[in-house]
């Protein structure tokens, strides 16, 4: 029979990693979503900032999951249904080349995160290059690249100075602790 202390404090954390990654997700979409930033030929957002913040506060895993599962929602939201399921994998897929060098390939480095998130930024704007080509034809896709390289590269600004101040306050360890 187990010791219900420790089956409890088992679930409590479940709950809490489910809470804050669901949290983290809702965050992303609501960056995504509601915050637009007009651009040439379309508009920019806010998601990509959170995406690093996620992936510093909840882990490689969790926060590529919560990444997909915000940027798909806002694309559902938005009417793109067409982009939900890209959006999920590249997001995603952005997230854990971010976690990759944070924590397993610079872990020791102060900007290691940056590099992660610049790397895992360059694969995003391909990816979603590469997706456009078949779906709205090179040139479109090639006319999208600088608001997406724009967006990516304002998102890795603003997650520095909101990571900084967050890191001076000791306020992510308190958020990094399940």
């Not at 029979?1 to 489910?18: E, R």
């Not at 020791?108 to 360059?122: H, L, P, Q, T, Y």
């Not at 995003?124 to 006319?143: M, N, R, S």
Request: positive net charge; hydrophobic residues 55%.
């Amino acid at each position: 029979m187990k010791d219900t202390n420790t089956v409890s404090a088992y679930n409590d954390s479940k709950v809490k990693y489910v809470t804050k990654t669901g949290m983290m997700a809702a965050l992303i979409f609501i960056a995504t979503y509601a915050i637009k930033i007009p651009a040439p030929n379309g508009y920019t957002h806010l998601g990509d900032c959170l995406i690093f913040i996620a992936v510093l506060t909840l882990g490689t895993k969790r926060g590529a999951l919560a990444a997909g599962i915000g940027a798909a929602l806002s694309d559902m939201m938005s009417g793109f249904l067409i982009w939900a399921v890209p959006s999920f994998i590249i997001k995603a897929i952005m997230a854990l080349i971010m976690g990759a060098f944070t924590y397993r390939l610079l872990p020791k480095r102060r900007f290691g995160w940056a590099v992660g998130a610049v790397i895992g930024g360059i694969v995003q704007i391909v990816l979603y290059t590469v997706v456009k080509i078949p779906l709205f034809g090179p040139a479109y896709a090639v006319e999208r690249l600088p608001v997406l390289t724009l967006q990516t590269l304002f998102g890795i600004i603003i997650a520095a100075a909101i990571i900084s101040v967050l890191n001076g306050s000791h306020i992510m360890d308190k958020l990094r602790e399940v």
